[in-house]
């Protein structure tokens, strides 16, 4: 089973600023890492997939990159609407389809 | 629009069964492949279960094989997820969700509420 591994667990920041969130897999995943944001009370949605190809209707400000074992998630300027909880996901050794254990970017 | 309806969450006691279904439109259906996911309370993601279009192929965690069973009725547009011999362990919200490709969940329903004393 791949394990992914989020971090920070935790990410407080302000409006207009910058959030980067990591994900590490226990082994490569090439490029199939997908990237979802979940806020309270809601269902996840998707946003990223293939680690950088963007999902229908998200803003340019959300960008995803890397390889392998190494990904990052990039929000380039929060906006309050993106305070939420970030979880990755993996689709290329299965089953089981992995999450990641999610961060969560607070309001500093 | 797509919209995922997922239905039939309950209190149920340890060693039960329940059904929950998922009510599906605005796409086709037949040639989408479907999954479940779960969300302990407070809790982060977990993948339960991921049906082929067909209905042919069907995939699950470890923790849940042998207990749940995936399946779905493509003339009613409707996705099923049958669980017995439940544990508290399964307690969370269900989750319905469409797969874009292989593995990209790409919508997601309101999710469910299973909760086992």
């Known amino acids: 089973e791949i394990v992914l591994t989020q971090s920070p667990a935790t990410l407080s920041l302000s409006p207009g600023e910058r959030a980067t969130l990591s994900c590490r897999a226990s082994?490569?995943?090439?490029?199939?890492l997908a990237w979802y944001q979940q806020k309270p009370g809601q269902a996840p949605r998707l946003l990223i997939y293939?680690?950088?190809y963007r999902a229908t209707g998200i803003p340019a400000r959300f960008s995803g990159s890397g390889s392998g074992t190494d990904f990052t998630l990039t929000i380039s300027s929060l906006e309050p609407e993106d305070f939420a909880v970030y979880y990755c996901?993996?689709?290329?050794?299965?089953?089981?389809?992995?999450f990641g254990g999610g961060t969560k970017v607070e309001i500093k | 629009e797509v919209q995922l309806l997922a239905s039939g969450g309950a209190l149920v006691q340890a060693g039960g069964s329940l059904r929950l279904s998922c009510a599906a439109s605005?796409?086709?259906?037949?040639?989408?492949?479907m999954t479940w996911v779960r969300q302990a309370p407070g809790k982060g993601l977990e993948w339960v279960s991921l049906?082929?279009?067909?209905?042919?192929?069907?995939y699950y965690t470890d923790s849940v094989k042998g207990r749940f069973t995936i399946s779905r009725d493509n003339s009613k547009n409707t996705l099923y997820l049958q669980m017995n011999s439940l544990r508290a362990e399964d307690t969370a919200i269900y989750y319905c969700?469409?797969?874009?490709?292989?593995?990209?969940?790409?919508?997601w329903g309101q999710g469910t509420l299973v909760s086992v004393s």
């Open positions: 969700a469409k797969d874009g490709n292989l593995g990209i969940f790409d919508f």
């Open positions: 996901q993996q689709r290329s050794n299965w089953p089981p389809l992995t």
């Open positions: 605005g796409f086709t259906f037949t040639r989408t492949a």
């Open positions: 293939d680690a950088s």
């Open positions: 082994q490569s995943v090439s490029i199939y």
């Open positions: 049906v082929s279009g067909s209905g042919d192929n069907t």
